[in-house]
């Protein structure tokens, strides 16, 4: 995130922290003058002669009655906290705590001592009516639209394993300096490099050093027993991989932690009626590098979830008309909204009610008051699990890619959203030409290579944006949103180009492909043809394959 851009956030929470500040203030003395209502009615009952001919229904809204007392030191000690206030959240606490005992106790109005202790916490609290500063956490994911390319650095002691394995990282672009051992590092001025793998065979007492490179680490070894890969896990190793290398392997553990990198920031829904905590939840997460949405009206939480599709929704317990776990409970009725995280962020401290919460559907509840840097932390978290265990159940284990049910759903969503919003979407089916005989002739491992390497070449060369599937074997499926044809083919076009410029080694043999791909784009077909978009691709490639490959055609 820009400083610029950094710093009008920490402007608006500011102003946030301003606004709600001046709002505590007159809940306090508000909060006082109920209680001198309440001493008045204490001290000379027979004056309040009128709240016996009152109805039920007055006495259920009487400001004076315990419970709503209670209620509103509930609010105070839930949000003080959020916006620095932490002393006036503390003592809002214990008071919430004494306040719920007694209407556990069966009381229903206050009585002499709660309202003496009452009155001396509310003057103890507008007297600490200073906020602590606290830094909004910062962004640590990077984003872009296209991926540059990675460096890597690998230190390898055999001289020819090093070559080989550059040779083949190479294929899949990535731009590898090979050392010859650790100390070889010391030589180098240039940049830390973005991943560095090492032989383990280079000694555990050289390694250490490496990690104030402050990169993620790789070990190759031959020792596969526990002793070898608990030094690794010591030493934060993020991959261990096994001699012979599987460079595909390799290469989707790679591409898993690039684009963890360049992930697109988390989509987060808020819904609380609470509009100044939901803002302030809001800028916490923006300062993070997040996408947020806000809603004030439950009631529309499904339609809410259809358009923006959060991978996470925040939400409040108690809101006046709905409470959570019930919103919660009736959003896991519907199929597509069945595994989204939903966090429950609450004052609430009855344990019950907690895992009442849970049992309705919910995943984590987080207690307020929430310090920014733990609202981030545990957001981040979630939507990072949430987003492995969909890669696992959604992509293809060779390509990282979408599996192709998932790759076709998504084609279809897309298009119909194009079809909605009025803009252009280009599909194309790309497959790698006679690929049976790369098998036939390297073997089925050579042609996995460059399966995994077109689809690497896919991800680096489209956008973020763009969405990429195994639509079969050796067969692609892109969609890629807000392109017209021309710009379409001109992608396609350097892909193709690309991808026949790389050079696969089988031993000694060397070998390239080449692949075909047949192109549409949603704005060059007629109004009722937009669901046969696919079948229109895949005739192009038919086209291109009949045309003698190594083509694009539409
Ligand atoms: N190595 C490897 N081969 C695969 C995989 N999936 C499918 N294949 C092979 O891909 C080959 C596809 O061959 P064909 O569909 O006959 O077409 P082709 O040889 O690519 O020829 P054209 O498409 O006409 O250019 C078959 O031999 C499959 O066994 C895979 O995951 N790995």
Redesign the pocket.
Known sequence: MVESERSKLEQKLELLKQSYQHNLQEELTSLCHVLKKAQRREESPEADVVSSAVSVDDKAHDETSLDAIYRRIHKVSGSAGTFGFEHVSQLARALEVTLLNALKEGKSSLDASLVTLLQSQLTLMQRSLVPEAQPLPQCTIEQSDIRSVAKIWLIEEDALLGKRILEQLANFSYEVTLFSSVPAIANTDSEPPDVLIVDAAAGSAYLSPLQSLSCPLFFISEQDDFDARMRAAQLNAYGYFLKPLNIPQLVNRLEQLLQERHAPPARILIVDDDYQLAAYYQLVLEAAGMEVQVLDKPRYVIEQLTTYRPELLLMDVHMPDYNGPDIAAMIRQYDAWSSLPIVFLSAELDLNKQVDALSHGADEFLTKPISAAQLVASVRARVSRSRTLSALLNKDC?TGLLKHASIKSAAIDELHRAARQHYPVTVAMI??????????TH??????V??ASLATLLRQRLRQTDMIGRY????FLVVLPHCTSEDGRKRLENIREYFSRLRFNQGAQEFGCTL?AGMVCSIDMTEGEQDRLLVRADEALYRA?RGG?NQVCQ
């Open positions: 060779l497959d790698i030409d006679h690929f049976k005989a790369v098998n036939d073997g089925h491992a050579a042609g996995d460059v399966i079969g074997g050796e067969e075909s394959k490959r």
